[in-house]
């Protein structure tokens, strides 16, 4: 028996004639009559399905779920319908020659309200013969290829209608999304040999000629507004068409902070020539914007934060961002102004000011910093920050007492990858900052090194593996008398749990000291806790600032933890126990990524 999927007649059930009676009457009604709801049923029975299970059962229950509510008394003439809705669930999936039994409910049993419906689904069709051709020059392009590789239609897979209409989906979107905009599906057709339980499939997608990006069409203000961004546009005229490249420059575009929103579209209804034009509309953020916000963590206590911004001074792409800060341990306000060279995003000069005081522990210093960057992140995956910085410290530490001059050059390295979002599934971030001074220009001769690497796993979808590891050194002949900002402390939320704020270093007679190297890692475990964007935490954090590695001062913080995904960030509260110095519990609370 050969049947084409294309040539089927349509019938109309029972349960359709009743479904387009009521849809009738409602149309004649008034507005002021009530109408009867079609699922309203004074005895409406359940319907199990028995015999099947994974997509198959999935299918069946969700075509049967779609129907109306169906009356006991009167559920002997819907049998029909429900084996007939039942065999088109099992037909999309290959299974063209079940077997179904309708069981009604007891008709002397008022209590029994459940119609089962048992199904013997019979062996599956398989595919026979699979010809899906590419016409037109995108059959030289490998994204046409795997969409058809991975369709699930090749020789002697199971039939699947859904995948069949997935396919011609797939390829008019990658058409699409490459510039095929004359592309059509010039044949489609399953053959179904019901007899042979078999089917041959035949599909023809002609994709035409690739288009080019046209011209770029945008007003007099849109291309003003440009200018400090210009270097971003590569979408040049005459190039091969890609919406992945237009979505590129959309994101880049975004990235700068200059644009309130980014809009920019292909003219596909005045495509010509084999060029599409583009249409691009901007509009720029607020001259001034300003940012006020409390916050608490158990490292400083409360604190308030104030901000002022300036994202686009003037046609060159200049920004300004200042922001005052106040806690009760630390007061600082720092200016940044940034100047962009060829990219606003990866290729820039910034220059900050900043003025830090800090009266916590045993630490009393007055810091006022100034540095010249510049940041090239233009190729590769490192982000380069190259600097040279200029600072003065006043400060007590404990009962040394002292200022120091020093100008620094230094580099900092970054590299991130991440699945993405706030709670990543895979991840790492790396990051070292090297500095230093010489007597000739400075008070101090050293060499300042620290490195930082965080990183996220996923043993199973549901649960995390967080890991940390901090390692740092002050190297040269001053290196014992550098100021307090360049010495190394441990402690707190962001390095050894269970332990005060930068409360852990080598001492001197008036308190702690600060140490040569640091050293700190943490290993924790997070898992479901029946709570929707939720897990539980353990740990184990380790640390020690020392002056001579030889000399072990390693303290260790266990502890467990709750975190809550919001779509703003993670939100963490800790209970760490410090094994060492009689530290004792201590509550963490903390916002923000992994890493």
Not at 33 to 62: C, F, H, K, M, Y
Not at 89 to 107: D, M, N, Q, V
Not at 196 to 217: M, P, Q, S
Not at 398 to 423: C, Q, T, V, W, Y
Request: glycine share 8%; aromatic share 10%; hydrophobic share 35%.
């Amino acid at each position: 028996m050969k049947r084409c999927i294309k040539t089927r007649c349509p019938r109309l059930s029972a349960m359709a004639t009743a479904c387009a009676l009521t849809l009738l009457l409602a149309a004649c009604s008034s507005d002021e009559e009530e109408v009867p709801e079609l699922n309203a049923v004074e005895d409406p029975v359940t319907i199990r399905v028995d015999g099947l299970s994974g997509a198959l059962l999935d299918n069946v229950q969700n075509t049967l779920a779609a129907l109306p509510a169906i009356s006991r008394k009167r559920s002997f003439f819907f049998a029909r319908e429900l084996r007939d809705q039942t065999g088109k669930a099992l037909h999309a999936l290959g299974y063209y020659h079940p077997k179904i039994e309708i069981k009604l409910p007891k008709r002397d049993d008022e209590s029994d309200r459940e119609l089962t419906v048992k199904v013997d689904p019979g062996k599956p069709l398989f595919i026979r013969q699979s010809r899906i051709e590419i016409l037109g020059e995108g059959a030289y392009y490998s994204s046409f290829a795997r969409i058809i590789k991975e369709s699930g239609l090749a020789t002697y897979d199971i039939l699947d209608h859904g995948k069949y209409e997935a396919i011609k989906s797939a390829l008019r979107s990658n058409a699409m999304s490459l510039g095929f905009f004359d592309a059509k599906l010039q044949s489609s057709s399953i053959v179904v040999y019901q007899d042979l339980n078999v089917a041959d499939i035949y599909l023809v997608f002609d994709t035409g000629r690739r288009y080019e990006f046209g011209e770029l069409r945008a007003s007099d203000a849109t291309r003003e507004l440009m200018e400090p961004s210009l270097g971003l546009y590569d979408l040049n005229q005459g190039e091969k068409f890609s919406s992945q490249r237009i979505s590129d420059y959309q994101s880049a575009m975004t990235r700068t902070g200059f644009y309130r929103s980014v809009d920019i579209h292909p003219v596909v209804a005045e495509r010509h020539d084999y060029q599409v034009p583009l249409e691009l509309e901007l509009e720029r953020k607020s001259h001034n914007l300003m940012r006020i916000g409390p916050g608490f963590s158990t490292d400083e206590g409360p604190r308030l934060l104030v901000g002022w911004e300036k994202p686009l001074l003037n046609r060159y792409g200049h920004s300004l961002d200042t922001y005052a800060r106040v806690s009760q341990i630390k007061q600082d306000a720092q200016l940044i102004y940034k100047i962009p060279r060829k990219d606003p995003n990866l290729d820039y000069y910034y220059l900050r000011l900043a003025q830090t005081h800090t009266d916590f522990n045993d630490t009393l210093s007055d810091l006022s910093h100034f540095s010249v960057h510049y940041v090239a992140n233009h190729t590769g995956k490192w982000r380069r920050d190259f600097y040279l910085a200029a600072e003065y410290e006043d400060y007590e530490q404990g009962s040394e007492k002292g200022h120091a001059k020093n100008l620094m050059p230094g580099i900092k390295l970054g590299r991130r990858e991440s699945s993405g979002g706030f709670d990543p599934h895979t991840g790492y971030s790396f990051s070292i900052d090297l500095t230093g001074g010489t007597r000739m220009i400075s008070d101090d001769d050293f060499v300042r090194a620290n490195l930082v690497w965080k990183g996220v796993l996923s043993p199973t979808e549901t649960t995390r593996l967080v890991y940390r590891a901090q390692a740092g050194g002050l190297f040269g002949r001053d290196s014992l008398h550098v100021p307090p900002s360049l010495r190394f402390f441990t402690g707190g939320d962001q390095s050894v749990r269970g332990y005060g704020y930068l409360d852990e270093s080598p001492l001197n007679p008036g308190g702690l000291k600060g140490g040569r190297y640091a050293f700190s890692g943490t290993v924790e475990f997070q898992f479901p806790c029946g709570i929707e964007s939720a897990r539980i935490a353990t740990f184990l954090d380790a640390g020690e600032a020392v002056d001579d590695p030889a000399l072990s001062r390693l303290i260790y913080g266990p502890g467990l933890g709750f975190r809550y995904m919001s779509k703003y960030g993670t939100v963490k509260v800790d209970l760490a126990y410090g094994l060492q110095r009689d530290s004792g519990f201590r509550l963490h609370f903390s916002f923000g990524p992994e890493f």
